[in-house]
């Protein structure tokens, strides 16, 4: 099983930048795929979930209205993109799918800069 992200982004406050995660090894349809964050100096911030099976998704609130989940099953890709942003969504962008009691596989993570 893997979960290979896209490169590093640097963006302008107000853009939005979109990474992908593409999975392979497993069945991309039958796992969610979270998306998590971690900021500097910070602990991990849940983002939301996507079922692929669907297209079904839950954003955490904070998020809500400036982040999209997508997913492709014919690239068993999925997506995240995110609106409107500001130097606090500076972080570690990383997809991972959940099993067992927490996540059995992360993607290798996405630096993601907004800077003037």
């Known amino acids: 099983v893997q979960l290979v992200q896209s490169g590093a982004e640097l963006r302008n406050p107000g853009a939005s930048v979109k990474v992908s995660c593409k999975a392979s090894?497993?069945?991309?349809?039958?796992?969610?795929i979270d998306w998590v964050r971690q900021a500097p100096g910070q602990g991990l911030e849940w983002m939301g979930r996507?079922?692929?099976?669907?297209?079904?998704?839950k954003y955490a609130q904070k998020f809500q209205g400036r982040v999209t989940f997508t997913a492709d099953t014919s690239t068993s890709t999925a997506y995240v993109e995110l609106s409107s942003l500001r130097s606090e969504d500076t972080a570690v962008y990383y997809c991972?799918?959940?099993?067992?009691?927490?996540?059995?596989?992360w993607g290798q993570g996405t630096q993601v800069t907004v800077s003037s």
């Open positions: 996507i079922d692929p099976e669907d297209g079904g998704t």
């Open positions: 991972a799918r959940p099993g067992g009691w927490g996540y059995d596989y």
């Open positions: 090894g497993y069945t991309f349809t039958s796992y969610y």
